[in-house]
């Protein structure tokens, strides 16, 4: 068993835990963006080969984050890609997803947690087969709605744009995704239609990059692997140069 494995992700623990302590006016923000990318660092230990990122963090939270929610799709991003594409072929999926959101009971002021989203099969049992729907909009396709794919949107609103996507608000103690309805969004209160918002909270992403640690850990330990193999060390920017 390898002893760098210990070390490895006691170093990574140590930093979630100082992110944990992070305080101030922007400190969601922030511990939201820093533990993001603690995630990317961990996902090139264990998919070191693989040249895109989005494909390293999305693979390390499925394997690791044992976060059953991310494999079902938002309900609300379906109904938002079923009302601009008008494309008859949906008719059916549109009925259900129209349906099943109308019956969520936000009138009580609650919030709806991602666990009552569809799974994949459910929304492929009526999504068109046709090889001309499998991308209605743009690059869009089935699974481009799961939680597991719209958590690397967030990721890349926080890093690129330094800001959360959508204008969900977290509350005290919220450590799982969930939805809330929000009225007259982004247009200064003009338009008093309600919205539902997606919402990630700090808590979740405390939690998911935990799990992963742990897990990984754990893999790494029994599998006899030593997570350093998958970095280059050395006085040299230019990866190459480290030899």
Known sequence: ?????GRFFAFFRRKLDEISSLEGDSSTLFKKILISNLIDALSKAAYPNLDKNWARYTKTVQRFGCWADGEKLSLPHLEQLLRIVPDPAFEKLRAKVFSDLGRWPFSSGGVIKIESDPGESEVRDLWPQESDHQK???????????HLNL?????NGLVHE????????EFDDDDSPFYHMVTGVGDGGRNNK???????PTMFFYSLASKII???????????????????FGTYWIDELNR
Do not use: H, Q, V
């Open 162 to 169: 330094l800001r959360s996507p959508g204008y969900g608000m």
């Open 136 to 146: 209605p909009l743009g690059n869009l396709n089935i699974k481009s709605f799961k």
């Open 1 to 5: 068993m390898t002893e760098g494995a």
């Open 151 to 155: 958590l690397w949107a967030y990721r």
């Open 194 to 200: 309600s919205k539902i918002e997606l919402c990630y």
């Open 214 to 232: 742990e897990n990984m850990k754990f893999y790494f330990e029994i599998s006899d692997l030593d997570p350093y193999a998958s970095f280059r």
